[in-house]
């Protein structure tokens, strides 16, 4: 709305080109590199951005006047796809181009790239009814790009699979880009008495998104400790530790659902009645990827010891702590759509606090008393 992002969005990135290109640092990437790092983001966000339900809002209200099929697909296409690019994907651009070297016909070729992600994305979101032959198709083109990235007749290719998104997407209907929710799976059933931790795993069971970024969180908790056995030091674990805590969807409900922060800030004595469920809550959603983590280096390196443990209980307590005290201080207001929620900034501060402590702990490890009576009150409090 009034373009109030863009300007202050690209100096953000002008600030980052500039800083990045006098430092001097450059970095060889191969082309496919490139082109694979444009197209894997643009398309995600789009994604994203395709799939967000606060959109579906304003859809339905442009529905309620007449349109013609064609011209508003290609329409909310278009501004979907433009507003990945100049806010999402330029930010990627602005660090590939500082710090590698690039030629016209490289600029150019990812110019194609980012136009076909938009359009193919678009495609398989139209054709998500048939979501296998989608993730198929998604599947083979990051499979020719990786490995067949350099060759000259790749940006002909995707020039064609383009033309063949774009047919496709001439007999798409604006309805089928409008998020029509389940009425049958939204039905609630009436209790007596409420429950914070019901509403918890009742919004993830709606938010499947939610569900699969914890997930992945999972598997990085499984693979993490093979690329951290590769440092020594005994701040490595307690790294994969605040590594783990950037689960940020579980930590925004309040950020997402401005009806719940209105309620909870409405009611009284909702501070203690929810915050320390949430607290609660998020300490176990770390604690399982943490778990995981300690499981993973227990069978590559056979080496988890009490410290360790007491260790993982802390920093899973501290990050859930500091979320919740930055959801109910400063929770996120200004996003237009999920997508600017997810990513915002403040996603890192937490992290960011977890790995400075890490670097503490390395640094001193006559720390592990203190944590463990800092864990011991924390608890009684």
Excluded at 225 to 251: D, H, K, M, R, W
Aim: aromatic share 16%.
């Amino acid at each position: 709305a009034k373009y109030e992002r863009l300007s202050r969005t690209f100096f953000i990135y002008l600030i980052v080109f500039w800083g990045l290109y006098i430092a001097g640092w450059k970095v060889q990437i191969a082309p496919f590199i490139r082109y694979l790092m444009v197209s894997a983001l643009t398309a995600g966000m789009m994604w994203q951005a395709l799939s967000a339900k606060d959109i579906a809002v304003e859809m339905k209200h442009m529905m309620m006047l007449p349109f013609e099929c064609r011209k508003f697909v290609f329409s909310y296409v278009a501004v979907i796809g433009v507003y990945t690019v100049l806010i999402k994907t330029a930010a990627l651009l602005a660090v590939l181009l500082a710090v590698s070297v690039w030629r016209p016909t490289e600029i150019l070729a990812s110019v194609i790239c980012i136009i076909h992600a938009i359009l193919m994305t678009a495609a398989v979101y139209y054709l998500k009814k048939y979501w296998y032959a989608g993730s198929l198709w998604a599947a083979v083109i990051a499979a020719v790009v990786l490995f067949w990235g350099n060759k000259p007749w790749l940006i002909l290719l995707l020039c064609v699979n383009s033309i063949f998104a774009a047919l496709l997407l001439c007999k798409a209907d604006g309805y089928d880009f409008y998020r029509r929710e389940n009425e049958k799976s939204q039905t609630i059933k009436r209790r007596e008495h409420g429950s914070v931790w019901r509403y918890f795993f009742r919004y993830l069971r709606f938010h499947k998104n939610y569900l699969f970024n914890t997930a992945v969180m999972w598997c990085v908790a499984l693979l993490l400790p093979y690329f951290l056995g590769e440092i020594e030091g005994v701040f490595v674990v307690p790294i994969g530790f605040a590594i783990l805590s950037l689960n940020t969807p579980v930590c925004i409900l309040l950020s997402c659902d401005r009806d719940l922060e209105q309620a909870v800030r409405f009611l009284p004595g909702q501070r203690r009645a929810f915050c320390i469920p949430y607290c609660l809550f998020l300490f176990l959603c770390n604690m399982a990827a943490d778990v995981i983590f300690l499981c993973s280096w227990q069978l590559q390196s056979n080496g988890v010891t009490a410290t360790m443990i007491i260790a993982a209980m802390f920093f899973a307590l501290q990050s859930a702590i500091l979320s919740v005290m930055l959801e109910w201080f400063y929770p996120i207001r200004d996003w237009k759509i999920e997508s600017d929620l997810w990513h915002h900034p403040r996603k890192y501060i937490v992290p960011g606090m977890m790995l400075l402590l890490a670097g503490a702990v390395g640094a001193w490890t006559s720390l592990i008393p203190v944590l463990m009576i800092l864990l011991v009150v924390e608890a009684v409090i």
